[in-house]
T-cell receptor
Framework: AQSVTQLGSHVSVSEGALVLLRCNYS??????LFWYVQYPNQGLQLLLK??????LVKGINGFEAEFKKSETSFHLTKPSAHMSDAAEYFC??????????????FGAGTRLAVHP | DTEVTQTPKHLVMGMTNKKSLKCEQH?????MYWYKQKAKKPPELMFV???????INESVPSRFSPECPNSSLLNLHLHALQPEDSALYLC??????????????FGSGTRLTVV
C-alpha cells in the first residue's frame, strides 16, 4: 500500500532563509507524488507534482522538489522564504485501489512559520 | 475555467436541521470528491463519484448523503449531524479515477459548524 510520511509537524524559518519540508513515501510501484499548500480557511492548492518525467520538479511560488528513489524521498524546498509562504503544506501520493482506481493519500501536514 | 466552486463558504446548523453543500466545476472532470478536514489534520476522503456514479464510500455515516445530479455538480446533503461533524468540507475534482497524474483541483471549502 502506498503512503507518505512528513517529518516535522512544525517548521519555523526566518524570512530569506532556506525552506526545507520533508516527505518520505512508501510505494511498491513508481509513485505519483504531489505537494499541496493550504492557507488558513482555504482549500488546497497544487504546488507541484512528480509524474516520472523529471526528478527535479519546479512548481509555483518558487518551490521545487526532488524525487530521490534511493532515499524514497520527495522533499520540498525554496531558496528564500517569504512571509507569504506561511501555511500548511501537505505531501500526497496517488494510491492504487482495486478496479484500477486511484486516490490521493495525504501526509499529516507540516505547518510552516516564517519570522521577520 | 479552472476552478472548483463551493457554496456556502460558511454554514451553521442545528442538530435537527437539514442542509446541503454544493460543489461545481466546469473543467470537464469526470471524477469528483468530498473530503472532510478537521483542524490541524489532513483531509480525509468521504465519497468519490466517477461519471456521476458513486464509486467509493469511505464508511461515512448515513447522516451524510452525497448526490451527483450531473457531471458538473456535486452535492452533500446533511441531516441530524452531531457537533463532532463540525469541520471544513472540501470538494475536489480530477480528470477521472484511473488517472491522477494531474492531481486534484480543490475548492475553497465550506466551514460547517454544528450547534
Amino acid at each position: 500500500a502506498q503512503s507518505v510520511t512528513q517529518l516535522g509537524s512544525h517548521v519555523s524559518v526566518s524570512e530569506g532563509a532556506l525552506v526545507l519540508l520533508r516527505c518520505n513515501y512508501s510505494s511498491s510501484v513508481p509513485p505519483y507524488l504531489f505537494w499541496y499548500v493550504q492557507y488558513p480557511n482555504q482549500g488546497l492548492q497544487l504546488l507541484l507534482k512528480y509524474t516520472s518525467a523529471a526528478t527535479l520538479v519546479k512548481g509555483i511560488n518558487g518551490f521545487e522538489a526532488e524525487f530521490k528513489k534511493s532515499e524514497t524521498s520527495f522533499h520540498l524546498t525554496k531558496p528564500s522564504a517569504h512571509m507569504s509562504d506561511a501555511a500548511e503544506y501537505f505531501c500526497a501520493v496517488s494510491a492504487q485501489l482495486s478496479g484500477g482506481y486511484n486516490k490521493l493519500i495525504f501526509g499529516a501536514g507540516t505547518r510552516l512559520a516564517v519570522h521577520p | 475555467d479552472t476552478e472548483v466552486t463551493q457554496t456556502p463558504k460558511h454554514l451553521v446548523m442545528g442538530m435537527t436541521n437539514k442542509k446541503s453543500l454544493k460543489c461545481e466545476q466546469h473543467m470537464g472532470h469526470r471524477a469528483m470528491y468530498w473530503y472532510k478536514q478537521k483542524a490541524k489534520k489532513p483531509p480525509e476522503l468521504m465519497f468519490v463519484y466517477s461519471y456521476e456514479k458513486l464509486s467509493i464510500n469511505e464508511s461515512v455515516p448515513s447522516r451524510f448523503s452525497p448526490e451527483c445530479p450531473n457531471s458538473s455538480l456535486l452535492n452533500l446533503h446533511l441531516h441530524a449531524l452531531q457537533p463532532e461533524d463540525s469541520a471544513l468540507y472540501l470538494c475536489a475534482s480530477s480528470q477521472d479515477l484511473r488517472s491522477t497524474v494531474y492531481g486534484y483541483t480543490f475548492g475553497s471549502g465550506t466551514r460547517l459548524t454544528v450547534v
